[in-house]
């Protein structure tokens, strides 16, 4: 599958080597979704809109002094993988689905993407704090925030890809936890937003 003229702005500053580790992912998910369910059959025909260049734009929110990242519920490999690719930052991605893990772990050897991927639910990881935690499409705000309060770095982010219901996650999280917090549109989805968050602590 080939690039298409109006990508051209999100893949501007990645060299000719990641675009084609891109390409490969890209044609390694569309072999496997026919017997895996990586993502949607209705947006099959859109991976690069839907989720590789929804998944690269957090790379320009991800500082160049960051040294770890954790991916939770990577699932066919957005966002963590992805970051991967182009940032050559280390992640370690986070998937209890084993047939989902034999996937990214493929991916992972032939676009020879930094990571480390565990078959595990997230409550059952054990890693040491990281710098960054990314998830998209995987649990409400409240959970997401319990799932990062140990795993994150006393300075470090999250940044999660989350849609409509931005603001009524937002309020429901706000009832138990204190934190800092910037909604940033999507450059890829009218209705996406991507929620940098801060200097959280459980407050119940």
Not at 143 to 158: A, D, P
């Amino acid at each position: 599958m080939q690039l298409k003229n109006e990508d051209a702005n999100l893949l501007e500053n990645v060299s000719r080597e990641t675009k084609e580790k891109l390409e490969l992912y890209v044609s390694l998910l569309q072999q496997w979704n026919a017997k895996i369910n990586l993502v949607s059959k209705q947006t099959i025909d859109q991976i690069w809109d839907r989720h590789i260049l929804d998944s690269l734009q957090l790379a320009s929110f991800v500082d160049p002094s960051v040294g770890s990242i954790a991916d939770f519920g990577s699932g066919g490999g957005f966002p963590g993988l992805v970051l991967a690719i182009v940032t050559g930052i280390p992640i370690t991605l986070i998937e209890s689905d084993m047939r989902k893990t034999v996937f990214l772990r493929e991916v992972a050897r032939q676009t020879q993407a930094n990571v480390n991927i565990l078959c595990k639910r997230i409550e059952q990881v054990d890693i040491p704090p990281v710098d960054v935690i990314t998830a998209r499409a995987l649990a409400s705000l409240e959970i997401l925030l319990s799932f990062s309060e140990s795993r994150v770095k006393e300075n470090g982010c999250c940044l999660f890809l989350k849609g409509r219901q931005v603001d009524d996650e937002i309020a429901e999280a706000q009832q138990n936890w204190e934190f800092d917090y910037l909604k940033i549109p999507s450059k890829t989805s009218s209705d996406g937003v991507i929620v940098k968050i801060n200097q959280f602590r459980h407050i119940v």
